[in-house]
């Protein structure tokens, strides 16, 4: 007599090592910039409005206004990163650096992640010096299955730095 299972062999036992996390350009980074500098825009045209400069310097100071903001809206940094590989222990490889664990403040938020990469406990003794690295990834920048397992990776470590502390 066979036994019949609804679950796939392959997904039951199927346990990944690392995930790569890619990380896409942020369509909320892009309305939040947008909206910034148009507000910084009507904040100058109305003080221009206010203290009626004349009419050459509104033109001129405008003009200015409108061209440095396109500039830095079509000229943006890009992210500096594009891809991290989350290891099952929870260390972190970014930037051709292997030995990177989230430190506990690393937090998340409602439009995205806030990661503080520092170097591994037992590597930095060695060296006497930790680095650390920190940038802002939003929520729509990772794919949902990439957003919740870096939110589970941090998650974790900020819980088991509690734990730590409460056992001190």
């Known amino acids: 007599m066979k036994i019949k299972s609804s679950t796939k062999w392959c997904n039951l036992y199927l346990t990944e090592s690392k995930y790569k996390l890619n990380i896409h350009p942020s369509i909320t980074e892009t309305y939040l910039k947008w909206g910034g500098y148009s507000l910084l825009s009507l904040i100058i045209l109305y003080a221009m409005y206010v203290f009626s400069f004349g009419i050459i310097a509104n033109v001129i100071i405008g003009f200015t206004l409108l061209t440095v903001t396109i500039y830095f809206l079509f000229n943006s940094i890009e992210s500096p ?23 506990h403040n690393s937090r998340v938020g409602w439009l995205g992640c806030w990661v503080i990469l520092n170097t591994d406990i037992t590597h930095a003794q060695k060296h006497s010096s930790v680095t650390f690295a920190k940038f802002f990834i939003f929520n729509d920048s990772l794919s949902d299955i990439d957003h919740s397992r870096l939110s589970r990776a941090i998650k974790q470590n900020h819980l088991s730095a509690l734990n730590y502390e409460e056992t001190k």
């Open 81 to 103: 990163i594009k891809w991290l590989v989350l290891n099952s222990n929870g260390s972190i490889e970014y930037d051709q650096q292997k030995n990177l664990c989230l430190h």
